[in-house]
T-cell receptor, first 114, second 114 residues
């Protein structure tokens, strides 16, 4: 069974640029959730994709967007990067959709915005 | 508004003794609770969960207790081992959220001394 994978591991961008982060869900899982973890904080929910549709969104501006593909892998796109976007971005997969379920996390992508 | 709180930023225990990590929540609509462990440079690893219909769940050395009236949960690790040293996050979810999104606490750093 393959776990959740994310790419790239690390990324450095400058203010105003755009970035795309990628996630492959665990085998058999149809739901992907994205979280942002700032230093010293717990992860914060960005949004969730269930069967290729956005299924809920946290308190993040529209410049954070995403996609889910037919194989349930997912992308997180962030436009017009700001310094405060520097964080660890975590992807989690689950079987739940709208149902509360255990989410399994990938190793994360560390984004640094200069 | 911090709906899930871990008021102890750090905890230090001796190997072989019990570690007790605490978590409080404010939203009475939460009905599913999880504990994750996180090592540096890795994503959170699922440890154990509990549904609100239960007040205790055990898995090996890990036991989670839920006190719904106090809106409090705790994770007991017995016996503690040096490999348990990590950051522990509690998370909560509610069916009413429509996403199964997880709300995380700020984390507690556990150090188990040999």
């Amino acid at each position: 069974e393959t776990g959740v994978t994310q790419s790239p591991t690390h990324l450095i961008k400058t203010r105003g640029q755009q970035v795309t982060l990628r996630c492959s869900s665990q085998s058999g899982h149809n739901t992907v959730s994205w979280y942002q973890q700032a230093l010293g904080q717990g992860p914060q929910f960005i949004f969730q994709y269930y069967r290729e549709e956005e299924n809920g969104r946290g308190n993040f501006p529209p410049r954070f967007s995403g996609l889910q593909f037919p194989n349930y892998s997912s992308e997180l796109n962030v436009n017009a990067l700001e310094l405060d976007d520097s964080a660890l971005y975590l992807c989690a997969s689950s079987l739940g959709g709208a149902r509360a379920d255990t989410q399994y996390f990938g190793p994360g992508t560390r984004l640094t915005v200069l | 508004d911090q709906q899930v709180k871990q008021n102890s930023p750090s905890l230090s225990v001796q190997e072989g003794r019990i570690s007790i990590l605490n978590c409080d929540y404010t939203n009475s609509m939460f009905d599913y609770f999880l504990w994750y462990k996180k090592y540096p440079a890795e994503g959170p690893t699922f440890l154990i969960s509990i549904s609100s219909i239960k007040d205790k769940n055990e898995d090996g050395r890990f036991t989670v207790f839920l006190n719904k009236s106090a809106k409090h949960l705790s994770l007991h690790i017995v016996p503690s081992q040096p490999g348990d040293s990590a950051v522990y996050f509690c998370a909560a979810s509610g069916v009413s959220s429509n996403t199964g999104k997880l709300i995380f606490g700020q984390g507690t750093t556990l150090q188990v001394k040999p």
